[in-house]
């Protein structure tokens, strides 16, 4: 079975406050791809980043990054000097590989206070 | 704009009646997923399809179906609506088996 738990429900910040969104997985697959979304108020989904269970190297997109540690099960999200439009939704998901569906948590919701 | 065009926006039924949500993938795209996202479930993946076939199943109820035609677009068909099935709808596409999903802006179903 498959599970993803993202256990911060909702977070509030100050602008320009660094702020760490948790993912944990779970699965029995030797292969599976994890992602982040993000929902925007306005209620559509945009994808933001793809990691195969392969590669473990952690990646920075301006001012996002991304910690993935099999060791731990984590998928970690950081947003550095946050800012008012980053408040959003986000989603954790993990597809694992083969004939299997797509489970995302729960969602965190993030509050950017200007 | 995510290149997935989901049909109509807006959706407003009573019980017991059927309706068809439609879904234009992103050209180039060959898999197509549906998803559904309540407040007390969140987003539950329902189904995807591959080519035209079908690729993996969620929870997706017995009175729901889907089916993805030659040319890629995909319906999904919810039967016997119940007041439990007023939900966004969304429905995403991606190049290939499990990759990006990009999503389109779904459509709010409510059940009255």
């Known amino acids: 079975a498959q599970k993803v738990t993202q256990a911060q429900t909702e977070i509030s910040v100050v602008e320009k406050e660094d702020v760490t969104l948790d993912c944990v997985y779970e699965t029995r697959d030797t292969t599976y791809y994890l992602f982040w979304y993000k929902q925007p108020p306005s209620g559509e989904l945009v994808f933001l980043i793809r990691r195969n269970s392969f590669d473990e190297q952690n990646e920075i997109s301006g001012r996002y990054s991304w910690n993935f540690q099999k060791s731990t099960s984590s998928f970690n999200f950081t947003i550095t000097a946050s800012q008012v439009v980053d408040s959003a939704v986000y989603f954790c998901a993990l597809h694992s590989g083969g004939y299997q569906k797509v489970t995302f948590g729960i969602g965190t919701k993030l509050q950017v206070i200007p | 704009d995510s290149g997935v065009t989901q049909t109509p926006k807006h959706l407003i039924t009573a019980t017991g009646q059927r309706v068809t949500l439609r879904c234009s993938p992103r050209s180039g795209d060959l898999s197509v997923y549906w998803y559904q996202q309540s407040l007390d479930q969140g987003l539950q993946f329902l189904i995807q399809y591959y080519n035209g076939e079908e690729r993996a199943k969620g929870n997706i109820l017995e009175r729901f179906s889907a089916q993805q035609f030659p040319d890629l677009h995909s319906e999904l068909n919810l039967s016997s609506l119940e007041l439990g099935d007023s939900a966004l709808y969304f429905c995403?596409?991606?190049?290939?088996?499990?990759?990006?999903?990009?999503f389109g802006q779904g459509t709010r179903l409510t059940v009255v």
């Open positions: 995403a596409s991606s190049e290939g088996v499990v990759a990006e999903a990009f």
